[in-house]
Protein backbone atom coordinates (compact mmCIF):
# COMPACT_ATOMS: atom_id res chain seq x y z
CA UNK A 1 0.00 0.00 0.00
CA UNK A 2 2.51 2.59 0.96
CA UNK A 3 4.89 1.31 -1.58
CA UNK A 4 1.89 2.03 -4.21
CA UNK A 5 1.45 5.48 -2.79
CA UNK A 6 4.81 6.32 -3.13
CA UNK A 7 4.85 5.29 -6.93
CA UNK A 8 1.92 7.39 -7.61
CA UNK A 9 3.58 10.45 -5.72
CA UNK A 10 6.83 10.32 -7.86
CA UNK A 11 4.80 9.12 -11.02
CA UNK A 12 2.56 12.50 -10.70
CA UNK A 13 5.09 14.52 -9.19
CA UNK A 14 8.00 13.51 -11.54
CA UNK A 15 7.67 10.83 -14.08
CA UNK A 16 4.25 11.94 -15.55
CA UNK A 17 4.08 15.67 -14.69
CA UNK A 18 0.64 17.26 -16.11
CA UNK A 19 2.32 20.59 -17.74
CA UNK A 20 5.70 19.67 -18.68
CA UNK A 21 5.40 15.93 -19.80
CA UNK A 22 1.68 15.06 -20.50
CA UNK A 23 1.36 19.00 -22.07
CA UNK A 24 -2.03 19.52 -20.01
CA UNK A 25 -2.57 23.35 -18.42
CA UNK A 26 -0.19 24.76 -20.59
CA UNK A 27 -2.46 27.82 -20.72
CA UNK A 28 -2.41 28.59 -16.85
CA UNK A 29 1.16 27.41 -16.86
CA UNK A 30 2.22 30.19 -19.77
CA UNK A 31 0.05 32.47 -18.53
CA UNK A 32 -0.13 32.70 -14.71
CA UNK A 33 4.14 31.94 -14.23
CA UNK A 34 5.28 35.74 -14.28
CA UNK A 35 6.06 36.06 -10.31
CA UNK A 36 6.78 33.41 -8.02
CA UNK A 37 3.22 34.79 -5.87
CA UNK A 38 1.11 34.11 -8.23
CA UNK A 39 2.26 30.80 -9.33
CA UNK A 40 2.09 29.89 -6.08
CA UNK A 41 -1.29 30.81 -5.64
CA UNK A 42 -2.40 29.14 -8.80
CA UNK A 43 -0.46 25.80 -7.98
CA UNK A 44 -2.01 25.94 -4.45
CA UNK A 45 -5.65 26.37 -5.61
CA UNK A 46 -5.11 23.17 -8.78
CA UNK A 47 -3.80 21.30 -5.83
CA UNK A 48 -7.09 21.92 -4.41
CA UNK A 49 -9.79 21.56 -7.17
CA UNK A 50 -7.74 18.27 -8.42
CA UNK A 51 -8.08 16.80 -5.15
CA UNK A 52 -12.26 17.07 -4.59
CA UNK A 53 -12.90 16.75 -8.31
CA UNK A 54 -10.96 13.42 -8.05
CA UNK A 55 -13.16 12.42 -5.44
CA UNK A 56 -16.28 13.59 -6.87
CA UNK A 57 -15.69 12.11 -10.61
CA UNK A 58 -14.74 9.31 -9.19
CA UNK A 59 -18.00 8.90 -7.35
CA UNK A 60 -20.05 10.19 -10.27
CA UNK A 61 -18.30 7.45 -12.60
CA UNK A 62 -18.90 4.86 -10.34
CA UNK A 63 -22.55 5.18 -9.57
CA UNK A 64 -23.94 7.15 -12.06
CA UNK A 65 -22.71 6.18 -15.02
CA UNK A 66 -20.99 2.77 -14.88
CA UNK A 67 -24.27 1.25 -13.93
CA UNK A 68 -26.18 2.68 -16.86
CA UNK A 69 -23.31 1.79 -18.94
CA UNK A 70 -22.78 5.96 -20.19
CA UNK A 71 -19.25 5.83 -20.05
CA UNK A 72 -19.09 7.82 -23.31
CA UNK A 73 -20.31 10.39 -21.34
CA UNK A 74 -17.56 11.52 -19.20
CA UNK A 75 -15.71 14.33 -20.55
CA UNK A 76 -19.19 16.06 -20.80
CA UNK A 77 -20.20 14.94 -17.13
CA UNK A 78 -17.13 15.33 -15.62
CA UNK A 79 -16.87 19.19 -16.88
CA UNK A 80 -20.18 19.42 -15.10
CA UNK A 81 -19.09 17.90 -11.78
CA UNK A 82 -15.94 19.98 -11.85
CA UNK A 83 -17.87 23.43 -12.31
CA UNK A 84 -20.09 22.57 -9.86
CA UNK A 85 -17.72 21.86 -7.33
CA UNK A 86 -15.71 24.63 -7.64
CA UNK A 87 -18.63 26.82 -7.28
CA UNK A 88 -19.39 25.23 -4.22
CA UNK A 89 -15.75 24.86 -2.93
CA UNK A 90 -15.44 29.05 -3.40
CA UNK A 91 -19.11 29.47 -1.38
CA UNK A 92 -18.06 27.19 1.33
CA UNK A 93 -14.43 29.18 1.36
CA UNK A 94 -15.57 32.68 1.86
CA UNK A 95 -18.07 31.34 4.09
CA UNK A 96 -15.38 29.74 6.57
CA UNK A 97 -11.95 31.01 5.99
CA UNK A 98 -11.95 34.41 4.58
CA UNK A 99 -8.24 34.01 4.09
CA UNK A 100 -7.93 31.21 2.42
CA UNK A 101 -10.84 32.46 0.21
CA UNK A 102 -8.24 35.69 -0.10
CA UNK A 103 -5.13 33.85 -0.73
CA UNK A 104 -6.73 31.80 -3.67
CA UNK A 105 -8.43 34.63 -4.63
CA UNK A 106 -8.98 35.09 -8.92
CA UNK A 107 -7.36 31.90 -9.11
CA UNK A 108 -10.21 29.44 -7.94
CA UNK A 109 -12.74 30.12 -10.42
CA UNK A 110 -9.93 30.27 -13.06
CA UNK A 111 -9.17 27.00 -13.60
CA UNK A 112 -12.64 25.73 -13.47
CA UNK A 113 -12.25 24.26 -16.61
CA UNK A 114 -8.75 23.78 -16.67
CA UNK A 115 -7.75 20.90 -18.91
CA UNK A 116 -5.30 19.39 -16.47
CA UNK A 117 -8.04 19.04 -14.02
CA UNK A 118 -10.45 17.05 -16.53
CA UNK A 119 -7.64 15.20 -17.40
CA UNK A 120 -6.56 13.61 -14.37
CA UNK A 121 -10.30 13.09 -13.63
CA UNK A 122 -10.27 11.00 -17.12
CA UNK A 123 -6.86 9.48 -16.17
CA UNK A 124 -7.64 8.36 -13.08
CA UNK A 125 -10.05 5.53 -14.55
CA UNK A 126 -7.28 4.06 -15.84
CA UNK A 127 -6.39 3.12 -12.05
CA UNK A 128 -6.57 -0.51 -11.72
CA UNK A 129 -6.79 -2.55 -8.33
CA UNK A 130 -7.61 -2.44 -4.50
CA UNK A 131 -8.50 0.91 -3.13
CA UNK A 132 -9.37 3.25 -6.01
CA UNK A 133 -10.93 5.88 -4.59
CA UNK A 134 -7.92 6.52 -2.53
CA UNK A 135 -5.86 5.94 -5.12
CA UNK A 136 -7.60 8.62 -7.43
CA UNK A 137 -7.74 11.32 -4.70
CA UNK A 138 -4.19 10.54 -4.04
CA UNK A 139 -3.28 10.62 -7.87
CA UNK A 140 -5.80 14.24 -7.94
CA UNK A 141 -3.73 15.78 -4.83
CA UNK A 142 -0.03 14.64 -6.26
CA UNK A 143 -0.56 15.74 -9.73
CA UNK A 144 -1.55 18.87 -8.62
CA UNK A 145 1.92 19.06 -6.52
CA UNK A 146 3.32 18.06 -9.44
CA UNK A 147 1.65 20.96 -11.35
CA UNK A 148 2.70 23.49 -8.44
CA UNK A 149 6.25 22.17 -9.01
CA UNK A 150 6.61 22.65 -12.67
CA UNK A 151 4.36 26.50 -12.67
CA UNK A 152 6.98 27.36 -9.79
CA UNK A 153 10.16 26.31 -10.64
CA UNK A 154 8.76 27.94 -14.47
CA UNK A 155 7.93 31.48 -13.17
CA UNK A 156 11.25 31.69 -10.85
CA UNK A 157 12.88 31.15 -14.38
CA UNK A 158 10.83 33.54 -15.99
CA UNK A 159 11.84 36.09 -13.15
CA UNK A 160 15.31 36.02 -13.53
CA UNK A 161 14.76 36.28 -17.71
CA UNK A 162 13.22 39.66 -16.92
CA UNK A 163 16.74 41.38 -16.24
CA UNK A 164 18.42 38.32 -18.46
CA UNK A 165 20.14 40.13 -21.96
CA UNK A 166 18.10 38.20 -24.54
CA UNK A 167 18.61 38.88 -28.33
CA UNK A 168 15.77 41.31 -29.08
CA UNK A 169 14.00 39.07 -31.51
CA UNK A 170 13.34 36.63 -28.85
CA UNK A 171 11.85 39.03 -25.74
CA UNK A 172 8.80 38.04 -24.17
CA UNK A 173 7.00 34.98 -25.13
CA UNK A 174 9.61 33.12 -27.92
CA UNK A 175 11.91 32.91 -24.88
CA UNK A 176 9.52 31.77 -22.10
CA UNK A 177 8.58 29.12 -24.89
CA UNK A 178 12.21 27.84 -25.27
CA UNK A 179 12.68 27.96 -21.61
CA UNK A 180 9.21 26.17 -21.08
CA UNK A 181 10.78 23.41 -23.93
CA UNK A 182 14.02 22.87 -21.84
CA UNK A 183 12.33 22.56 -18.21
CA UNK A 184 9.95 19.82 -20.25
CA UNK A 185 13.18 18.12 -21.64
CA UNK A 186 14.83 18.16 -17.74
CA UNK A 187 11.65 16.38 -16.50
CA UNK A 188 11.91 14.09 -19.48
CA UNK A 189 15.31 12.87 -17.67
CA UNK A 190 13.45 11.43 -14.92
CA UNK A 191 11.39 8.42 -17.58
CA UNK A 192 12.28 5.11 -16.68
CA UNK A 193 12.59 5.73 -13.00
CA UNK A 194 10.77 3.43 -11.66
CA UNK A 195 10.87 -0.09 -13.72
CA UNK B 1 -33.76 6.38 -29.57
CA UNK B 2 -33.79 5.24 -25.89
CA UNK B 3 -30.13 5.31 -25.32
CA UNK B 4 -30.28 9.04 -26.38
CA UNK B 5 -32.57 9.73 -24.26
CA UNK B 6 -30.94 8.50 -21.00
CA UNK B 7 -28.29 9.96 -22.19
CA UNK B 8 -29.89 13.64 -21.93
CA UNK B 9 -32.31 12.97 -19.07
CA UNK B 10 -28.59 11.89 -17.05
CA UNK B 11 -26.91 15.23 -18.28
CA UNK B 12 -30.02 17.42 -17.81
CA UNK B 13 -30.26 15.81 -14.32
CA UNK B 14 -26.97 16.21 -13.24
CA UNK B 15 -27.06 19.73 -14.01
CA UNK B 16 -31.24 20.27 -12.38
CA UNK B 17 -29.43 18.63 -9.39
CA UNK B 18 -26.29 20.65 -9.31
CA UNK B 19 -27.88 23.92 -9.97
CA UNK B 20 -30.43 23.07 -7.62
CA UNK B 21 -27.64 22.25 -4.94
CA UNK B 22 -25.75 25.51 -5.38
CA UNK B 23 -28.61 28.11 -5.33
CA UNK B 24 -29.47 26.27 -2.11
CA UNK B 25 -25.69 26.04 -0.76
CA UNK B 26 -25.54 30.15 -1.66
CA UNK B 27 -28.25 30.98 0.91
CA UNK B 28 -27.13 28.68 3.24
CA UNK B 29 -23.27 29.94 2.59
CA UNK B 30 -24.03 33.59 1.82
CA UNK B 31 -22.09 35.74 3.73
CA UNK B 32 -23.39 38.91 5.05
CA UNK B 33 -21.79 42.09 3.52
CA UNK B 34 -22.35 45.50 5.22
CA UNK B 35 -24.59 47.21 2.95
CA UNK B 36 -22.44 50.70 4.44
CA UNK B 37 -19.08 49.03 3.13
CA UNK B 38 -20.49 48.46 -0.94
CA UNK B 39 -21.47 52.21 -0.23
CA UNK B 40 -18.53 53.56 0.87
CA UNK B 41 -16.57 51.61 -1.38
CA UNK B 42 -18.93 53.36 -4.32
CA UNK B 43 -17.67 56.48 -3.24
CA UNK B 44 -14.07 55.94 -3.09
CA UNK B 45 -11.99 57.12 -6.17
CA UNK B 46 -10.47 52.93 -6.54
CA UNK B 47 -7.14 54.15 -6.94
CA UNK B 48 -6.26 51.18 -5.02
CA UNK B 49 -3.15 53.57 -4.03
CA UNK B 50 -2.92 52.75 -0.32
CA UNK B 51 -2.34 56.17 0.76
CA UNK B 52 -4.83 55.48 3.75
CA UNK B 53 -2.55 52.82 5.26
CA UNK B 54 -4.77 50.06 4.43
CA UNK B 55 -4.59 47.30 1.45
CA UNK B 56 -7.11 49.19 -0.86
CA UNK B 57 -9.69 51.03 -1.05
CA UNK B 58 -11.84 47.90 -0.53
CA UNK B 59 -9.64 47.38 3.14
CA UNK B 60 -10.51 51.47 3.77
CA UNK B 61 -14.32 51.28 3.78
CA UNK B 62 -14.33 47.82 5.45
CA UNK B 63 -11.94 49.14 8.25
CA UNK B 64 -14.04 52.53 8.27
CA UNK B 65 -17.42 50.84 9.15
CA UNK B 66 -15.63 49.01 11.39
CA UNK B 67 -14.81 51.60 13.14
CA UNK B 68 -10.97 51.49 12.61
CA UNK B 69 -10.15 54.33 10.67
CA UNK B 70 -11.49 57.74 10.38
CA UNK B 71 -13.77 59.06 7.65
CA UNK B 72 -11.00 61.65 6.75
CA UNK B 73 -8.01 58.98 5.32
CA UNK B 74 -8.79 59.14 1.86
CA UNK B 75 -6.07 61.95 0.32
CA UNK B 76 -7.12 61.09 -3.04
CA UNK B 77 -10.18 61.87 -2.75
CA UNK B 78 -9.90 64.75 -0.43
CA UNK B 79 -13.09 66.62 1.74
CA UNK B 80 -15.54 65.76 -1.27
CA UNK B 81 -15.19 62.09 -0.65
CA UNK B 82 -14.57 62.38 3.89
CA UNK B 83 -18.30 64.51 3.31
CA UNK B 84 -20.02 61.58 1.64
CA UNK B 85 -18.15 58.96 3.67
CA UNK B 86 -19.21 60.53 6.87
CA UNK B 87 -22.68 61.18 5.39
CA UNK B 88 -22.99 57.24 5.12
CA UNK B 89 -21.93 56.51 8.54
CA UNK B 90 -24.19 59.33 9.76
CA UNK B 91 -21.19 61.33 11.40
CA UNK B 92 -19.77 64.93 11.35
CA UNK B 93 -17.68 65.51 8.41
CA UNK B 94 -13.74 66.13 9.09
CA UNK B 95 -11.59 68.63 6.89
CA UNK B 96 -9.12 66.84 4.68
CA UNK B 97 -6.00 68.29 5.16
CA UNK B 98 -4.25 69.26 1.78
CA UNK B 99 -0.69 67.50 1.42
CA UNK B 100 1.55 67.29 -1.25
CA UNK B 101 4.52 65.09 -1.87
CA UNK B 102 7.93 67.39 -2.07
CA UNK B 103 11.45 66.43 -2.97
CA UNK B 104 13.79 68.44 -1.56
CA UNK B 105 16.56 68.35 -3.57
CA UNK B 106 17.10 71.64 -6.13
CA UNK B 107 20.69 70.26 -7.13
CA UNK B 108 19.76 70.38 -11.03
CA UNK B 109 22.86 68.70 -13.57
CA UNK B 110 23.83 72.86 -14.12
CA UNK B 111 24.34 73.60 -10.58
CA UNK B 112 25.87 69.55 -9.06
CA UNK B 113 29.06 67.93 -9.59
CA UNK B 114 28.95 64.37 -10.34
CA UNK B 115 31.49 61.70 -8.83
CA UNK B 116 31.57 59.60 -11.70
CA UNK B 117 29.70 58.61 -15.67
CA UNK B 118 26.98 56.44 -14.91
CA UNK B 119 26.02 54.10 -17.59
CA UNK B 120 24.34 51.07 -15.48
CA UNK B 121 20.83 50.70 -15.46
CA UNK B 122 18.44 53.50 -15.45
CA UNK B 123 17.10 53.59 -12.01
CA UNK B 124 18.46 55.63 -9.04
CA UNK B 125 18.22 51.95 -6.64
CA UNK B 126 20.63 50.88 -9.07
CA UNK B 127 22.71 54.01 -9.15
CA UNK B 128 22.63 54.15 -5.41
CA UNK B 129 24.32 51.03 -4.96
CA UNK B 130 27.00 52.07 -6.76
CA UNK B 131 29.15 54.63 -4.15
CA UNK B 132 26.11 55.99 -3.58
CA UNK B 133 25.43 57.20 -6.91
CA UNK B 134 27.20 59.41 -9.82
CA UNK B 135 26.30 62.81 -7.32
CA UNK B 136 29.19 64.47 -5.73
CA UNK B 137 26.42 64.70 -3.20
CA UNK B 138 25.81 61.61 -1.60
CA UNK B 139 22.15 62.95 -0.53
CA UNK B 140 21.09 64.54 -3.60
CA UNK B 141 18.35 63.78 -6.45
CA UNK B 142 20.09 61.02 -8.43
CA UNK B 143 17.12 61.48 -11.78
CA UNK B 144 16.46 58.66 -12.63
CA UNK B 145 13.18 58.81 -12.04
CA UNK B 146 12.46 56.04 -9.88
CA UNK B 147 10.14 58.01 -8.55
CA UNK B 148 7.89 59.23 -11.66
CA UNK B 149 7.47 55.40 -12.47
CA UNK B 150 5.80 54.68 -9.06
CA UNK B 151 3.30 57.80 -9.39
CA UNK B 152 0.11 56.36 -10.27
CA UNK B 153 -1.17 60.02 -10.94
CA UNK B 154 1.75 61.09 -13.55
CA UNK B 155 2.07 63.94 -10.99
CA UNK B 156 6.37 63.77 -11.25
CA UNK B 157 8.47 65.42 -13.89
CA UNK B 158 11.99 65.66 -14.78
CA UNK B 159 13.11 69.08 -15.18
CA UNK B 160 16.94 69.59 -15.39
CA UNK B 161 18.15 65.96 -14.23
CA UNK B 162 15.96 65.95 -11.12
CA UNK B 163 12.38 65.10 -10.05
CA UNK B 164 9.80 67.96 -9.23
CA UNK B 165 6.21 67.07 -8.20
CA UNK B 166 3.30 69.16 -10.03
CA UNK B 167 1.43 69.45 -7.31
CA UNK B 168 -2.01 70.24 -8.45
CA UNK B 169 -1.97 66.30 -9.67
CA UNK B 170 -0.05 64.93 -6.59
CA UNK B 171 -2.59 62.87 -4.10
CA UNK B 172 -0.22 62.45 -1.51
CA UNK B 173 -0.27 58.65 -1.98
CA UNK B 174 3.27 58.39 -0.85
CA UNK B 175 4.11 56.11 -3.17
CA UNK B 176 7.64 58.17 -4.34
CA UNK B 177 8.54 58.75 -0.66
CA UNK B 178 9.10 54.71 -0.65
CA UNK B 179 10.40 54.50 -4.57
CA UNK B 180 13.05 57.12 -3.30
CA UNK B 181 16.34 55.22 -2.46
CA UNK B 182 17.34 58.45 -0.85
CA UNK B 183 14.46 59.31 0.71
CA UNK B 184 14.23 62.84 -0.52
CA UNK B 185 10.78 63.12 -0.85
CA UNK B 186 8.50 64.52 2.19
CA UNK B 187 4.84 64.73 2.55
CA UNK B 188 3.87 68.39 3.05
CA UNK B 189 1.27 70.27 3.73
CA UNK B 190 0.26 72.02 0.44
CA UNK B 191 -0.34 75.77 1.77
CA UNK B 192 3.47 75.90 3.21
CA UNK B 193 5.45 77.09 0.64
CA UNK B 194 8.98 76.97 1.63
CA UNK B 195 11.19 74.65 2.02
CA UNK B 196 14.22 73.49 2.70
CA UNK B 197 15.65 72.21 -0.76
CA UNK B 198 18.32 69.76 0.53
CA UNK B 199 18.90 66.73 2.26
CA UNK B 200 22.65 67.07 2.41
CA UNK B 201 24.00 66.11 5.97
CA UNK B 202 27.87 67.05 4.80
CA UNK B 203 29.47 70.05 6.27
CA UNK B 204 29.24 72.82 5.06
CA UNK B 205 32.30 73.72 3.03
CA UNK B 206 31.58 70.15 1.49
CA UNK B 207 28.29 70.63 0.40
CA UNK B 208 29.57 73.83 -0.84
CA UNK B 209 31.76 72.16 -3.27
CA UNK B 210 29.16 69.64 -4.62
CA UNK B 211 26.37 71.34 -5.20
CA UNK B 212 25.78 75.33 -5.32
CA UNK B 213 22.25 75.32 -3.69
CA UNK B 214 23.09 73.22 -1.06
CA UNK B 215 22.45 73.79 3.00
CA UNK B 216 25.69 74.76 3.91
CA UNK B 217 24.18 75.17 7.87
CA UNK B 218 24.63 78.71 8.28
CA UNK B 219 21.81 79.53 10.63
CA UNK B 220 21.12 82.82 9.21
CA UNK B 221 17.50 81.37 8.61
CA UNK B 222 17.37 80.17 12.28
CA UNK B 223 17.78 83.92 13.15
CA UNK B 224 15.70 85.60 10.93
CA UNK B 225 12.93 83.58 10.84
CA UNK B 226 10.04 85.65 13.29
CA UNK B 227 8.23 82.78 14.25
CA UNK B 228 11.36 80.48 15.19
CA UNK B 229 9.75 77.79 12.94
CA UNK B 230 13.74 76.78 11.73
CA UNK B 231 15.46 73.98 13.78
CA UNK B 232 19.14 72.93 13.29
CA UNK B 233 19.30 69.24 12.78
CA UNK B 234 23.22 69.03 12.45
CA UNK B 235 24.42 71.29 9.62
CA UNK B 236 20.80 70.96 8.03
CA UNK B 237 18.02 73.72 8.50
CA UNK B 238 14.64 72.08 8.93
CA UNK B 239 11.68 73.84 8.84
CA UNK B 240 9.11 73.14 11.64
CA UNK B 241 5.59 73.59 9.38
CA UNK B 242 2.95 73.74 12.51
CA UNK B 243 4.78 77.09 12.98
CA UNK B 244 5.71 78.20 9.43
CA UNK B 245 3.49 81.11 8.59
CA UNK B 246 4.67 81.39 5.52
CA UNK B 247 6.49 84.71 5.57
CA UNK B 248 9.34 84.41 3.22
CA UNK B 249 11.93 85.47 5.48
CA UNK B 250 14.15 82.76 5.49
CA UNK B 251 14.12 82.83 1.75
CA UNK B 252 16.08 86.31 1.39
CA UNK B 253 18.74 85.59 4.04
CA UNK B 254 19.49 82.29 2.23
CA UNK B 255 23.21 82.69 1.14
CA UNK B 256 22.59 79.29 -2.00
CA UNK B 257 18.97 79.82 -2.60
CA UNK B 258 18.23 76.43 -0.40
CA UNK B 259 15.01 77.83 0.97
CA UNK B 260 13.07 78.16 -2.00
CA UNK B 261 9.24 78.47 -2.84
CA UNK B 262 8.17 75.38 -4.65
CA UNK B 263 5.15 76.70 -7.06
CA UNK B 264 5.15 73.78 -9.61
CA UNK B 265 1.95 73.66 -11.11
CA UNK B 266 0.59 72.03 -13.97
Redesign the interface.
Known sequence: MLESILITFLSAVFINNFVVVKFLGICPFLGVSKKINTAVGMGVAVIFVMTFSSAATWA?QEF??KP?D?EY?QT??FI??IA?LV??VE??L???SQALYKALGVYLPLITTNCAVLGVCLLNLEIQGEARFLMSVLNGAFSGVGFTLAIVLFAGIRERLETADIPKCLEGFPISLISASLVSLAFLGFQGLIN | MGEILIAVLIISGLGLVFGIGLSYASRVFAVKIDERVVQIREVLPGANCGACGFTGCDGYAGAIVEGRAPTNACPVGGSAVAEKVAAIMGVEPEGVKRTAARVLCNGRCSVSKEKYEYQGIDSCAAAAQLYAGHKACAYGCLGHGDCLKACPFDAIVMVGGIARIVEDRCKACGKCVLACPKNLIEIIDKTKKYSVMCRSRDKGAVTRSNCQVGCIGCTRCVKACPQQAIFMEGTLARINYDKCDNCGECTKVCPTMAIRVMDFGE
Open positions: VLLLLLIALVAQLMVQKT
